[in-house]
T-cell receptor
Framework: EPEVTQTPSHQVTQMGQEVILRCVPI?????FYWYRQILGQKVEFLVS????????KSEIFDDQFSVERPDGSNFTLKIRSTKLEDSAMYFC???????????FGPGTRLTVT | GEDVEQSLFLSVREGDSSVINCTYT??????LYWYKQEPGAGLQLLTY?????DMKQDQRLTVLLNKKDKHLSLRIADTQTGDSAIYFC????????????FGSGTRLSIRP
């Protein structure tokens, strides 16, 4: 069964450093998303992406964040200058577009020290 | 505004039914979801229901929707130890790229 994959599973970085979280959505899916879950809190929407542009973004998704689909398979989230409060589990999701079933990856745990 | 609320914990005896409840505030919600998160794992879509339905059954899972009260429930029949997880209620609007709004999750624990 096709699935969304994410790498790395755990990333530790120092405050101020740039990180890139990578996702490979399901191959025939057209819509892509990033969510995050700070420990003990709700899963929060960050951004949705379709046709090579951002469709919607939350107030969390400020200028420090960017997304890219550099090739036909990868979907990346970049945080330019990480802050302690960026420590969270980051989930990538994708959907076909003809249905509303968003399939989530296993997540990347980002720890900012 | 958009908000999804659910109780934090539920404990049931193995073999009994589990009922996890959820309320939401957005009357524009079109799709309502239940996701399961096992320890250390991602979010697994269990089932979803359109807002024009009031019930959906899928094997041991039954979803009930009361649109008037904005109340959603998930019933798991014959609860097993493998059902131990956090269950997230979630909603989205009718838009192909629509974000999903999640509740806080209900931690289901199974006792022998």
């Amino acid at each position: 069964e096709p699935e969304v994959t994410q790498t790395p599973s755990h990333q530790v970085t120092q405050m101020g450093q740039e990180v890139i979280l990578r996702c490979v959505p399901i191959s025939n899916h057209l819509y892509f998303y990033w969510y995050r879950q700070i420990l003990g809190q709700k899963v929060e929407f960050l951004v949705s992406f379709y046709n090579n542009e951002i469709s919607e973004k939350s107030e969390i998704f400020d200028d420090q964040f960017s997304v890219e689909r550099p090739d036909g398979s990868n979907f990346t989230l970049k945080i330019r200058s990480t802050k302690l409060e960026d420590s969270a589990m980051y989930f990538c999701a994708s959907t076909e577009g003809t249905s509303y079933e968003q399939y989530f990856g296993p997540g990347t745990r980002l720890t900012v020290t | 505004g958009e908000d999804v609320e659910q109780s934090l914990f539920l404990s049931v005896r193995e073999g009994d039914s589990s009922v996890i409840n959820c309320t939401y505030t957005d009357s524009s919600s079109t799709y309502l979801y239940w996701y399961k998160q096992e320890p250390g794992a991602g979010l697994q879509l269990l089932t979803y229901i359109f807002s024009n339905m009031d019930m959906k059954q899928d094997q041991r899972l039954t979803v009930l929707l009361n649109k008037k009260d904005k109340h959603l429930s998930l019933r798991i029949a014959d609860t097993q130890t493998g059902d131990s997880a956090i269950y997230f209620c979630a909603e989205s609007r009718e838009s192909s790229a629509s974000k999903i709004i999640f509740g806080s999750g209900t931690r289901l624990s199974i006792r022998p």
